[in-house]
Each structure stands twice: as C-alpha cells, then as structure tokens.
C-alpha cells in the first residue's frame, strides 16, 4: 500500500544539539516531497519542498532535508535545535494527480 | 503567510445537528482543500476543490460534503454531525495541482461534537 511513515512518533533533544526527523514513503514514482510545521493550535507551515534537482534542500528556521531515492526517504535535520523549534512536524508526498499525502507526524520535545 | 481565513475557529455541537464550516481565502488559488486532523493518523483529505463548482472526494468523504460558489469560499458540511467528526479541520490552497505544488493551510477550526 502506498504510504507515507514517520517512524519516530516523538523525539527530545537538548537545545544546542543536532535533529534528524525520519521519513520513509512507499510509490512507485519519486514523489514531489515536503516538510511541514505545526506549533501547538496553528495551522502547517511549510518547511521546505523537493521537486528535482539538487537531493539536499535548503529551507526556513535552518533546517534542511536530504532525498536518497535508494531509500525512499526524505529526513529532515538540524545542525542546532533552539527552544522555539518544539513543534509536530508533518511530511507530506504529493503525487501527480490529486493526491496528497501526510505522515502521521513526529513531535518534537526540546529540553534546556 | 498566504490569505486563508476560516470560521468558526471552535465550535461545539450536538449529534445530529447540521454542521458548516467556512475556509476563505484571498490569494485567488485555484485549488482548495479539507483536511481534518486527528491524532496518530495526521492529515486526511476529506474533500477539495479545482474550480468553482468542481469539486471531489478525498480519502475520508463519507459524512460531509462540501460547496464553491466562489474563488475565494469552500464550505465544508456536516449534514448531521456525529461524535466521530469530534477532530480538528483545517483548509488548505495551492495554486497548481495537488500533486505539484506546496498547498497553505489555514489555522483550523475545532470541532467539537457532544
């Protein structure tokens, strides 16, 4: 079945630290791929997107993602997490067509 | 942030009850979305739109329908709401199609169904 999996439901990191937030998805196409943000009763807001081109993808807040199709993965990192980055984060595929796919999420816990 | 508004932001029904959520938005985007949002399963299309009077189900359509008189307005029913439509919906745009292009989504709207 297609699907999208963020297989880490929750992470804690120090402020200070490196992140990575794993994604794995399952079409047969290489899909167009995305990051999202959700801070706790706010809307998404988009992170960053991979389209084609260059595998390693620059985005807002510092963070960037990183596509390996031999993996079928798209992980979101983080050199250096900062408070203010505690957040759900969602990844999403979107399909040629009307189709649009979430993750069911991973939330993000940072400790002092 | 784009232009997407949507009303009420909370709500609190009873069963049964006829249920309309409102999603606006100001960016002239062709395509409009609704998801709602429950926890462990993420996002899920419920509906969307590609055009005034065009519309089409997503994965989870049953129980809700949805209307576009207008560019700018999607309206997202609940004929007769249940305590399984108890979640969190949220409307999303993008300007090309669903597939290929980012989608802004709005802040949500709460819904609770007693």
Redesign the interface.
């Known amino acids: 079945a297609q699907s999208?999996t963020q297989p880490d439901i929750h992470i804690t990191v120090s402020e200070g630290a490196s992140l990575e937030l794993r994604c794995n998805y399952s079409y047969g196409a290489t899909?167009?791929l995305?990051w999202?943000v959700q801070s706790p009763?706010?809307?998404?807001?988009?992170l960053l997107?991979y389209?084609s081109g260059d595998t390693l993808v620059q985005g807002i807040k510092g963070f960037e993602a990183e596509f390996k199709r031999s993996q079928s993965s798209f992980n979101l990192r983080k050199p250096s997490v900062h408070w203010s980055d505690a957040a759900e984060y969602?990844c999403a595929v979107?399909?040629?067509?009307?189709?649009?796919y979430?993750?069911?999420?991973t939330s993000l816990t940072v400790i002092p | 942030d784009a232009g997407?508004t949507q009303s009420p932001r909370h709500k609190v029904t009873e069963t049964g009850t006829p249920v309309t959520l409102r999603c606006h938005q100001t960016e002239n985007h062709r395509y409009m979305?609704w998801y709602r949002q429950d926890p462990?399963?993420?996002?899920?299309?419920i509906h969307?739109s590609?055009g005034v009077k065009d519309t089409?189900k997503g994965e989870v359509s049953d129980g809700y329908s949805v209307s576009r008189s207008k560019t700018e307005d999607f309206l997202l029913t609940l004929e007769s709401a249940t305590s399984s439509q108890t979640s969190v919906y949220?409307c999303?745009i993008s300007g090309r199609?669903?597939?290929?292009?980012?989608?802004?989504?709005?802040?949500?709207t709460r819904l609770t169904v007693l």
Do not use: M, S, W
């Open positions: 999208v899909p167009y995305f999202y009763g706010q809307g998404l807001q988009l997107k389209f969602f979107g399909l040629t067509g009307n189709q649009f979430f993750g069911t999420g | 997407i979305y462990g399963h993420g996002l899920r299309l969307y590609y089409d949220f999303a199609r669903q597939g290929g292009n980012e989608q802004f989504f709005g802040p949500g």
